[in-house]
């Protein structure tokens, strides 16, 4: 059987546009396709889809920062057959705009409201609208205990309480902490806004995004505390979740099926892919603390205190072809031997590129990989000006002088991100160049 072929233009697709599963994106180690879902899926379908992982790509899976699956290494020939087999599966596949919830959304008693009635009204109303740009993202926040307040998003709207009242804030594009907040809405209202300024989007061309509309809204109101995913979350009805993820958000398919097929053996239910690159596992508390123990056994992240949770790395060499460095080995060696650096108040971005795709916004410290080694970057992106630039050789012993500082420095209370930014980029400079000959 001749195997279909995929249009030509899902192969040349311009950088950045979303790697959906029928348009999948080229990477340095093949095609890339994303498995975006609406809703929780048993642990016997993700070894489905691991195994199709295996069949028509290299076997390796990713988890986005927002919580999609990608399939990694896929030929011309085997993409349209992941595609039709993944279909096959029944899945609840996410088709058109992205509209995401919290992936505790519904589940949650402290949310402020469920966010799934407003986010299905929007996804069906959008189908209407033609033209929007492919990254175009809405994101309706409950405002329980996980939140997606870092995910960046053109309208955003998030439940907020006021006495008995349950009002919607609409926010246009950034993060939470930087988006402008257009209006404070009830809930058709919200629906209706929303869609309103999709349309206008559409309108702009399909290269408008939200920021394109909050040009004079946008502020700064420093990094919102965020939850991290990695810990155990007490639900309704005595329900338990726990969230578990790859280091560096990539696994061997295999290791995922390891993980799966444990967690079916301990009677978990369901579970969600889901923000900062984890798998959430929903059953009863035993089952989600056992699965806990067999993932750290196996190497998973399980626990926010584990220094590879603050690591924002992109794939990097070899599995991106824009890369100058193997991010993921400088991510493991920084792992180990800064772990006092990485206390959880900022993410650390190691970048092949400026692109900087693992962490668009500015990070407390970036490294970026460059032809002759990795440039520092203090408060900001892979893209902005470096405070120091190094050799590969050299990375290691510049982190760890780095660090040395971080701790001699770090005043009573204060956190790494907060001692980054008080010592500035000459500091930091000067601690990164003092051990060269
Ligand atoms: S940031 Fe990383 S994944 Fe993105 S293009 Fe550059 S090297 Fe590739």
């Known amino acids: 059987m001749t195997a279909p072929s995929l249009h030509p233009t899902t192969l040349h697709m311009r950088r950045g546009a979303c790697p959906a599963l029928s ?8 095609l890339l396709a994303r498995v975006a879902l609406t809703d929780a899926i048993s642990p016997l379908q993700l070894v489905d889809l691991c195994r199709l992982a295996r069949i028509h790509g290299n076997g390796i899976l990713d988890i ?36 995401e919830t919290p992936p505790l959304a519904g589940l949650d008693d402290t949310e402020i409201a469920d966010p799934r009635p407003i986010a299905d009204a929007i996804r069906l109303g959008a189908r209407d609208i033609a033209g929007l740009a492919p990254k175009m993202s809405v994101v309706v926040d409950g405002h329980g205990q996980l939140r997606l307040s870092h995910l960046l998003a053109d309208i955003r709207l998030v439940a907020v309480k006021m006495g008995d009242d349950i009002s919607w804030k609409l926010l246009l594009g950034g993060s939470e902490a930087s988006a402008g907040v257009l209006a404070t809405l009830d809930e058709a209202e919200a629906v209706s806004a929303a869609l309103d300024l999709l349309g206008k989007l559409a309108s702009m061309g399909n290269g408008a995004r939200g920021r394109d509309l909050a040009a004079n809204l946008l502020r700064d109101n420093g990094e919102l505390p ?17 969230g578990i993820g790859p280091a560096f958000a990539q696994s061997k398919a295999e290791d995922v099926i390891a993980l799966c097929v444990e967690a079916e053996r301990r009677g978990v239910r369901f ?6 690159h984890s798998l959430l596992f929903f059953g009863q508390r035993p089952a989600c603390e056992a699965l806990a123990v067999f993932a750290a056994e196996n190497g998973f992240i399980t626990s926010a205190a584990d220094p590879r949770a603050h690591i924002a790395a992109c794939p990097g060499s070899p599995a991106c072809r824009s890369a100058s460095i193997a991010t993921r080995d400088v991510a ?3 792992a180990r031997g800064c772990s006092d650096l990485l206390d959880g108040s900022f993410k650390l971005h190691i970048s092949g590129c400026p692109k900087g795709c693992a962490h668009p916004e500015p990070a407390a410290l970036a490294l970026c990989g460059t032809f002759a080694g990795l440039s520092l970057i203090a408060q900001g992106k892979a893209t902005d000006l470096p ?16 660090a040395d500082l971080v701790r001699s420095e770090k005043r009573a209370g204060e956190n790494s991100a907060a001692c980054l930014a008080r010592l500035g980029a000459d500091r930091l400079a000067a601690a990164a160049i003092s051990g060269r000959p």
């Open 226 to 242: 965020t939850t991290s995913p990695f810990d155990l979350f007490v639900l309704a009805d005595s329900l338990h979740a726990v």
């Open 23 to 30: 348009a999948p994106m080229m990477t340095g180690d093949g």
């Open 271 to 276: 579970l969600k892919p889901a923000l900062d």
């Open 387 to 402: 405070f120091a630039d190094i050799t590969i050789a050299d990375t290691k012993a510049t982190l760890r002088r780095l």
């Open 332 to 334: 493991e060696e920084t």
């Open 64 to 99: 986005s920062a927002r919580g999609n699956l990608q399939i990694r290494g896929l030929s011309e020939a085997s993409a349209p057959l992941l595609d039709a087999d993944v279909r096959a599966l029944n899945l609840p596949l996410r088709e058109g705009l992205a509209v």
